[in-house]
């Protein structure tokens, strides 16, 4: 399932061209305002994009408690780390076996999911929040110059 808006005038020719010829298993689902009923229904997140500045929507999948298959890219490094909160490939024949082996151990799933929805508290809105008045106070007090 393929949930979100999709900006066709934005996107690679290349990926128009795919998503025209997607099986018939896939569903394009669009926009959700809450977003929540999407994840809720799923049993796994499987992310494979090649550019993400930070993966909010794997922050969003990890707070839902979903298992996450993503893209091993440069920008998860502080937080993602694969067979501890999540797996990840890097060509299409790894996401396969990544999907097949997340759908056939739940034990694996449950592990993955709990360890991803832990860790991503650390980037909760909260403590960043705290981060930041901190940062914020100190810059006030002149102990940055």
Known sequence: ???????????????????????????????????????SGSDIFLFPSYCENQGIVLMEAASCKLPIICRNLKAYDDWLKNEHNCLMASTEREFIERFEKLSNNSSLRKKLAKQA???????????????????????LDGEYS
């Open 1 to 39: 399932i393929w949930v979100g808006r999709r900006y066709p005038l934005l996107e690679d020719p290349r990926v128009t061209k795919l998503l025209k010829k997607a099986p018939k298993n896939v569903k394009f689902i669009n926009f959700i305002p809450d977003i929540i009923e999407a994840y």
């Open 117 to 139: 929805y832990e860790d991503v508290k650390q980037h909760s809105l909260e403590r960043i929040g705290n981060q930041l008045k901190e940062i914020y106070e100190k810059l």
